[in-house]
Nanobody
Framework: QVQLVESGGGLVHAGGSLILSCAAS????????MAWFRQAPGKERDFVAA????????SYADAVKGRFTLSRDNAKNTVYLQMNSLKPEDTAVYYC???????????????????WGQGTQVTVSS
């Protein structure tokens, strides 16, 4: 059974930085694309960033491009979301997701991800 455990959320002032981590277990981590989505109160869960199974391809939502960086460490079965220059509009619950099928690209479509973490709250104060 695939399990995803997020960590690293918290409260930060605008302009600050946070690193989110997502540790995966239950299958061969290196074979699957990974992604982050976020959900603000009263809004849908939106794509943030994704990384291909090989780590050679990443994609980002326009709202975070240039500020967020997604990476993976296959030796540690972990993905990291480095978030810089945070804005109040980045406030949301951030969810880690793992792809349904192996050897996938960095998809923005949440329907391509079957496994989800419990979420970690990120709050950016102005």
């Amino acid at each position: 059974q695939v399990q995803l455990v997020e960590s690293g959320g918290g409260l930060v002032h605008a302009g600050g930085s946070l690193i989110l981590s997502c540790a995966a277990s239950g299958r061969t981590f290196s074979d699957y694309a990974m992604a982050w989505f976020r959900q603000a109160p009263g809004k849908e869960r939106d794509f943030v960033a994704a990384i291909s199974w090989s780590g050679t391809s990443t994609s980002y939502a326009d709202a975070v491009k240039g500020r967020f960086t997604l990476s993976r460490d296959n030796a540690k079965n972990t993905v990291y979301l480095q978030m810089n220059s945070l804005k109040p509009e980045d406030t949301a619950v951030y969810y880690c997701a793992a792809a349904s099928e192996p050897y996938g690209y960095s998809s923005r479509n949440k329907n391509n991800y079957s496994y989800w973490g419990q979420g970690t709250q990120v709050t950016v104060s102005s």
